[in-house]
């Protein structure tokens, strides 16, 4: 197996930027979800309603990308081309006009931005049976493997994979939702019980990039 793709998210639900490589921290791929658009209550701008997020429409409208080192902030590009660094008094006031509400791009604080876990991977299998690609699924890798039956990659749930120096253990299946446009998701609900991907955590950090061999290690690491 290898790794075919690295995706990453700087804004949560917006859209986000393809790498050749980055680092993996403990809380994922190292600035992935860092920021979100954030109302004066504490809701977090998301494409669902829950105790932590608000649902906003048109999210996906808009791209986030680091141009340089995280620390430095994501540049924010609405539909009309518009762009700035973020965080900025003038990005605020154009995104609170574009959602409709008061927003301000905020980095994360005690509120965690990621739904399941600190990282998403999908297989090439899985997405060629749900007709989707990484970034509409919000993966954050993409591994290819060669034979595998689509959705077979549930069973892994407990295994950890190594990724170049990384170690990811599988937590569970990712349970999709909206966010994933309504076509995948009716195919994700017939064809696997409306999961897609696996929600994995970071057992030693490093490095990752396209072109990775992915192993997976037996029960107990073997």
Do not use: I
């Amino acid at each position: 197996m290898r790794v075919v793709a690295v995706h990453r998210y700087p804004v949560k639900s917006l859209r986000g930027e393809s790498l050749e490589r980055a680092d993996v921290l403990s809380r994922g791929l190292d600035g992935d979800r860092l920021w979100a658009l954030r109302e004066p209550d504490g809701k977090l701008g998301s494409g669902k309603s829950t105790r932590r997020f608000r649902r906003m429409a048109g999210l996906l409208e808009l791209a986030a990308a680091y141009d340089g080192p995280v620390a430095a902030g994501p540049v924010v590009t609405l539909p009309d081309g518009r762009s700035w660094r973020g965080p900025h008094a003038d990005l605020d006031a154009a995104l609170t006009a574009y959602v409709g509400r008061p927003v301000a791009l905020a980095r994360e604080a005690e509120v965690a931005h990621h739904d399941e876990g600190p990282l998403h991977l999908v297989t090439t299998a899985a997405l060629d049976r749900l007709g989707a690609d990484g970034p509409v699924l919000r993966a954050n890798l993409v591994v290819d493997a060669p034979g595998l039956v689509p959705f077979a990659e549930d069973g892994w749930v407990g295994r950890e994979l190594v990724v170049g120096a990384v170690v990811l253990r599988v937590r569970e299946p990712m349970p999709r939702c909206v966010m994933v446009g309504a076509e995948v998701l009716h195919r994700a609900t017939r064809l696997n019980d409306g999961r897609a991907g696996l929600v994995v955590d970071v057992v030693a950090p490093g490095t990752v990039a396209v072109g990775d061999v992915v192993r997976l290690l037996g029960p107990g690491g073997r």
